[in-house]
């Protein structure tokens, strides 16, 4: 589509818009911006399709204005549909802002006083100079995916150091490929210190996944782009699959980021990056599925594409078929969003459930040593040498120092559990229940949030102490003895999301979350979406529930754990959601004590 006519003077103005010194003024060629010289000599036409321009009239963006007042409304639906809708120029002033406010939304933790990340500067280099040797990586990065997209020697050094002060002051980042590309996509539109500030929301947010950080997150995120793929994008599976007989898919969905990180052009990759700091990593599912798409199109219409120029490597054949993409990034963007029954519901169901079957037979690897970490319901750790290499495992791969995530058990030998005093269970029975939580938790320090011997029995207190700690372990011991309880993967405070509706929701919570029992029998009952790729009802995904006058865990046909506003009376009966027995024989009890313990650092 051809373009508005520019003259030469509104040429200039419009490179001038560049809002980062760290970008190489060149790398127009590079955003694909083709002049030609139209009928008249005065005039320059510009062939870019991701402006969206119509003859004589320009379309009407929307202000950042108009944006920021959205959002401060609460009304994330209306922006995220604003980003989705408007194809901004690639050289728009507006990400300056855009972008920073985009990402400052999903900030977690405390806002950075002023000067932070200089200091932190400071702190790694010993000087805020920008240094003319290279800069040593940290292990999260991958060194063969340092994309700069054309920013200039001084703008890669300044990535280079945003990254080195993200890991030192996130230790918990150990894998984290796309990390630099999107600080080098940042850099062309803010500073050095705005760039940090953005990637630490993206990577600290809570509510959204945007950054994979440990090659855990990185391997359930492309095996969840390949299940997704199976069932939203058949025949393009398939028929690589037949043409390719001896290739399994998991080889061609191992790089899926790169489709879209290293393959798509400059403009697309902007207006993708638009939707993905407000909605998260969705964004880009939803743009490989399209891709994956179009790409088999072209592989039954092109001879370029055909079988036997790409059996050998489709990998390679889906970048460089990227780099040519034949849609614009309007169009690419709008059939992504035009995806039916991709909510991200069904997404996360598939994440956890991936994520699950991998921890059940993952073998947890530090340095050369491995360990395979066990579910089974009757384990206990066997002895102390066994306890020393599963807290070496974990703490290996963690940087120790002053921004550590939390209180750590450093020493070999040193278990988080030791110092628990527990007045529901036994120390034994601690750590059968330590060797069921999910294996990055028991890194942390547990700590005691509340009890009913020490903060009465209220569910308000409960609420007051509890609700954004995530997660939180619940233990419960009856009148007659008996102990069992849940571990709670959301924060009860959830109880008062609404949803875009403005409704309260009334089940919560994730398929990490499961039951267990340790008095007079020891089991663990896991939600049964982990067991099988089979279709779930609504029945089998009720996790959490709470309100002021009770608290339920699991649901379907029963109740497995529900407890009174007084913490005095209960019930407890068979479940969908994890397929339980009820967890004590004569179905009601009373509470004798319930605890219910954080973990410091999280």
């Not at 980021?257 to 290293?262: K, N, Q, R, T």
């Not at 996360?348 to 059940?360: P, V």
Request: proline residues 5%; contains cysteine.
């Amino acid at each position: 589509m051809v373009g508005k006519v520019l003259g030469i003077k509104d040429l200039e103005q419009f490179s001038s818009r560049r809002s980062s010194v760290y970008v190489d003024p060149e790398c127009d060629k590079f955003f694909e911006l083709p002049l030609f010289i139209a009928a008249s000599s005065n005039d320059i036409t510009t062939k870019c399709q991701c402006f969206q321009f119509s003859p004589g009239k320009e379309p009407a963006l929307r202000s950042y204005t108009e944006i920021q007042q959205l959002l401060q409304q609460g009304k994330k639906r209306d922006v995220k549909n604003i980003l989705r809708e408007n194809s901004w120029p690639i050289n728009s002033p507006i990400r300056a802002q855009l972008w920073p406010m985009l990402c400052g939304q999903h900030q977690t933790k405390q806002q950075m006083l002023d000067g932070f990340y200089w200091e932190m500067v400071h702190q790694v280099f010993g000087t805020t100079e920008l240094s003319e040797k290279p800069i040593m990586l940290p292990a999260f990065v991958d060194a063969t995916h340092c994309l700069p997209y054309h920013l200039t020697s001084t703008g890669r050094a300044v990535a280079d150091r945003i990254v080195n002060v993200l890991g030192y002051d996130c230790p918990d980042i150990t894998y984290s490929p796309v990390l630099y590309p999107i600080t080098s996509i940042l850099l062309h539109f803010m500073s050095e210190e705005e760039a940090y500030i953005c990637l630490a929301g993206l990577v600290g947010s809570k509510e959204k996944v945007f950054i994979n950080q440990t090659k855990l997150q990185h391997e359930v995120t492309w095996k969840t782009v390949m299940q997704i793929a199976k069932k939203h994008t058949k025949s393009a599976t398939s028929y690589f699959q037949r043409i390719c007989p001896g290739l399994k898919l998991e080889r061609i969905f191992m790089d899926w980021c790169w489709w879209i990180l290293a393959g798509l052009p400059f403009q697309h990759l902007v207006r993708i990056m638009d939707c993905y700091f407000h909605e998260g990593i969705k964004v880009l599912y939803r743009v490989a599925l399209v891709i994956l798409n179009l790409f088999h199109k072209e592989c039954q219409s092109n001879n370029e594409w055909s079988p036997d120029n790409i059996k050998n490597d489709i990998g390679n054949a889906l970048i460089k078929f990227c780099k040519k993409i034949p849609v614009s990034p309007a169009k690419l963007l709008h059939a992504a969003f035009s995806i039916r029954g991709l909510s991200t519901q069904y997404i996360s169901r598939i994440f956890i459930k991936t994520e699950m079957l991998l921890k059940s037979r993952s073998v947890l690897t530090s340095g050369s040593k491995q360990l395979i970490k066990s579910r089974s319901s009757d384990n206990l750790p066997t002895s102390q040498s066994q306890v020393n290499i599963q807290m070496m495992s974990h703490t290996l791969t963690i940087r120790e120092g002053e921004k550590s995530p939390g209180h750590r058990a450093i020493a070999m030998g040193v278990y988080p559990i030791h110092n628990l005093k527990s007045q529901a269970c036994k120390n034994e029975d601690l750590f059968t229940l330590w060797s069921w939580l999910p294996v990055r938790i028991t890194m942390y320090q547990p700590v005691l949030l509340y009890t009913t011997e020490e903060h009465g029995c209220s569910l308000t207190t409960f609420y007051v102490r509890v609700e954004q700690h995530e997660p939180t372990l619940l233990m419960i011991k009856t009148c007659n003895n008996e102990v069992f309880g849940a571990y709670c993967s959301s924060r009860w405070f959830e109880r008062n999301v609404k949803d875009d509706k403005g409704q309260r929701q009334a089940y919560f919570g994730t398929g990490e979350t499961f039951l267990f029992s340790l008095y007079p029998e020891r089991a663990k009952y896991p939600w049964v979406g982990i067991e099988g790729d089979k279709d779930l009802g609504h029945s089998s995904e009720l996790f959490m529930a709470a309100d002021s006058k009770m608290i339920t865990i699991g649901g379907g046909e029963g109740q497995a754990i529900w407890m009174d506003e007084n913490i005095r009376f209960g019930k407890t009966d068979s479940c969908k959601t994890f397929n339980n027995p009820p967890l004590c024989p004569s179905g009601d009890f009373e509470i004798r004590v319930l605890e219910v313990y954080g973990f410091v650092g999280i």
